[in-house]
């Protein structure tokens, strides 16, 4: 494939979505910025934002076509952390500068063949070639907690009815007829009346009846208190780590390190 039908391959991606490793999307490729000196593809303009208006340059090296995607080696972070640059259809030395040393990438004012530093050893055969080191990256399971309601305790109360017995000592009066003989002693009031008649008297007898009388009394406080009760759940997941293995000439325990 000669130069200008990979820079035209690669600008045919404008418009598409730009991912990250983990499928997580970085933004919309905008723009291929082609290197001055060699004229091929070396930066992807990306529109990032709530509603695509700021623009990161992400390094075309490592970007691979997935689908209708295009999968770059740069988390999601890092190029929404990247310096910014002006969108104007160029960048200057100084904002490159400033993005290849963002993205951990040697810089040089001079340029190689392949659009890329000088320094660069050998040659990437999946993409657009980097430097003489491949990153390797893996997932991490990060674990938190977050607070949800399990539900709700709520104090009711109502009115019952409950039949009460009880005793209580009642007293009542009642007559006795008493008959005493006559004495001096009481002789005045045995004859005060006259000699003979007719008479009544008449006694009012009292007696005890219960009754009872309702009163609220208050017996007791009921409050619902909250404890912190800490459990130990369990979170499992699948993570993805790459492998990196060496093909070729090279001494075994190099190989291994």
């Known amino acids: 494939m000669t130069t200008t039908d ?25 723009d291929i910025y082609a290197d001055e000196d060699t004229g091929q593809p070396e930066w992807i303009a990306v529109s990032t934002g709530l509603f695509g208006t700021k623009v ?18 740069w988390t999601r972070d890092q190029v929404k952390d990247a310096p910014r640059a002006e969108a104007d259809g160029r960048l200057s030395q100084e904002e490159e500068a400033a993005l290849y040393q963002h993205y951990g990438m040697a810089y040089g004012e001079s340029r190689s063949g392949s659009g890329l530093p000088e320094g660069t050893v050998g040659h990437d055969t999946s993409g657009p070639t980097t430097d003489s080191a491949m990153t390797r990256s893996e997932e991490e399971l990060r674990v938190g907690t977050t607070r ?15 039949h009460v017995s009880t005793s209580v000592p009642v007293t ?73 293995e060496v093909d070729g000439d090279v001494d075994p325990t190099i190989a291994g390190a």
């Open 6 to 30: 990979q820079a035209d391959n690669i600008a045919a991606w404008r418009g598409h979505d730009l991912v990250d490793g983990t499928g997580a999307k970085i933004g919309s490729i905008s």
């Open 56 to 73: 990161s340059f992400v390094p075309l090296a490592g970007a691979t076509p997935q689908g209708n995607e295009m999968v770059s080696r």
């Open 148 to 162: 949800q309601e399990a539900g709700r305790v709520r104090l009711r109360k109502w009115v019952e009815t409950e």
């Open 172 to 244: 009542r009066e009642e007559i006795r007829v008493g008959r005493e003989p006559i004495t001096d002693a009481n002789i005045d009031r045995a004859t005060a009346g006259p000699d003979i008649s007719g008479e009544e008297h008449e006694v009012t007898l009292y007696e005890e009846r219960a009754v009872a009388e309702k009163v609220t009394v208050p017996k007791e406080r009921i409050r619902l208190d909250k404890t912190v009760v800490t459990d130990e759940e369990r979170v499992e997941g699948e993570i993805r780590k790459e492998r990196v």
